[in-house]
């Protein structure tokens, strides 16, 4: 049986390269241009959507929520500095410790309690907070897209229907 929520981080972490891989074809000073957007640049996207990543795999693997985004605005400023390579390296690294947490995961569905500092307390499957992690990067992808465009540059087509065929 196919196992859709390891399929989603597939998905997610094809996607993650794909937007990587794009970004490096275009002019170095793409990454850091400054727009008028959600973001003022590709560089805090790309770092925001690390950070996060790494925030929903502490949380899963057992650290309190709390602690686990307790130095984001730190390491943000830290990552944005970075050059696209270096990102794609870090995405490489944690994508791989990702995957060995749902590959020794035995039990998706379990449910733990997060108290977030943003939303309240909630109880929440492990399956749910892989979903939250896919569905928060496609749509910052999508920031990205629109940044890019805005800036004079195609996107690449990052959606899921891609996924099936071009991965």
């Known amino acids: 049986m196919t196992n859709h929520v390891k399929t989603m981080y ?14 490096k ?3 170095q000073e793409v990454y850091s241009q400054e727009v008028q957007s959600v973001f003022p640049t590709v560089a805090k996207v790309m770092a ?12 899963m693997s057992g650290m309190d929520m709390r602690e686990a985004v307790s130095n984001v605005g730190e390491m943000e400023k830290q990552l944005e500095t970075k050059t696209v390579e270096e ?3 870090l995405y490489t690294e944690l ?5 060995a947490f749902l590959d020794h995961e035995e039990d998706l569905e379990k449910r733990i309690v997060l108290d977030n500092p943003y ?9 749910e ?17 629109a940044m890019l465009r805005q ?9 899921y229907a891609a996924y099936w065929y071009w991965r």
Do not use: C
């Not at 994508?95 to 995957?99: C, S, V």
């Open 151 to 159: 800036m004079g540059h195609a996107s690449v087509m990052t959606e």
């Open 119 to 127: 939303a309240g307390v909630r109880e929440t499957s492990l399956a």
């Open 10 to 23: 597939d998905f997610h972490t094809w996607a993650n390269q794909t937007m990587l891989k794009r970004l």
């Open 25 to 27: 074809e275009l002019p």
């Open 129 to 145: 907070m892989v979903l939250q992690v896919v569905n928060h990067g496609t749509y910052h992808r999508g920031n990205v897209t």
């Open 48 to 59: 925001h959507i690390y950070i996060v990543d790494q925030a929903w795999l502490r949380i």
């Open 95 to 99: 994508a791989e410790r990702f995957q």
């Open 87 to 89: 990102i794609e390296s």
